[in-house]
């Protein structure tokens, strides 16, 4: 499977995200960058005007980002909690977890590494701990392998 067809794991809210940030750079973003190429060019000699140089690298940038968003949105599989199986950890899966022996509980949501935001929640099922919980079942211990060793955490929760 070549990156242009490989399949995107979202969920119905992370989709609309994909969706909402094409149509900002497809619209908005691309205008703004064609009117800093205009403004560039009317200063006269491009060879030595770094304000060209800068919207031109934006606007690859741009176009590249609208390719992959439009790619993303043509093979999305949307992932959908509510169907699958609670009697073990799946994508789509919201899940509380307790460092083993004594450590604090935290709930992710298990999404496709496309809408991975750790800070927010959303770990990757390709991430280390979204990997060894795949599969699980609560109550079971996963064992994850960390730069400082391995850490074990209990699933406590699927939601």
């Given at each position: 499977m070549t990156q242009q067809n490989k399949e995107v794991l979202l969920t119905e809210e992370g989709l609309a995200k994909v969706k909402e940030e094409l149509e900002l750079f497809k619209s908005k973003k691309?205008?703004?960058?064609?009117?800093?190429?205009?403004?560039?060019?009317?200063?006269?000699?491009?060879?030595e005007n770094a304000e060209y140089d800068a919207a031109k690298e934006e606007q690859a940038f741009i176009e590249s980002r609208i390719v992959t968003l439009e790619n993303m949105i043509r093979n999305a599989k949307i992932i959908n909690q509510d169907t699958e199986n609670k009697n073990f950890v799946s994508i789509g899966a919201k899940v509380t977890i307790q460092e083993v022996p004594e450590?604090?509980?935290?709930?992710?949501?298990?999404?496709g590494s496309a809408e991975s935001d750790p800070v927010s929640g959303k770990i990757s099922n390709e991430s280390p701990?979204?990997?060894?919980?795949?599969?699980?079942?609560?109550?079971?211990?996963?064992?994850?392998?960390?730069p400082s060793g391995t850490i074990e955490?209990?699933?406590?929760?699927?939601?």
């Open positions: 691309r205008q703004d960058v064609a009117q800093r190429l205009k403004e560039a060019i009317a200063q006269g000699d491009l060879s450590g604090d509980e935290e709930t992710y949501t298990i999404v701990i979204g990997a060894e919980l795949i599969g699980k079942r609560e109550g079971e211990i996963v064992k994850v392998p960390a955490f209990k699933i406590v929760e699927i939601h």
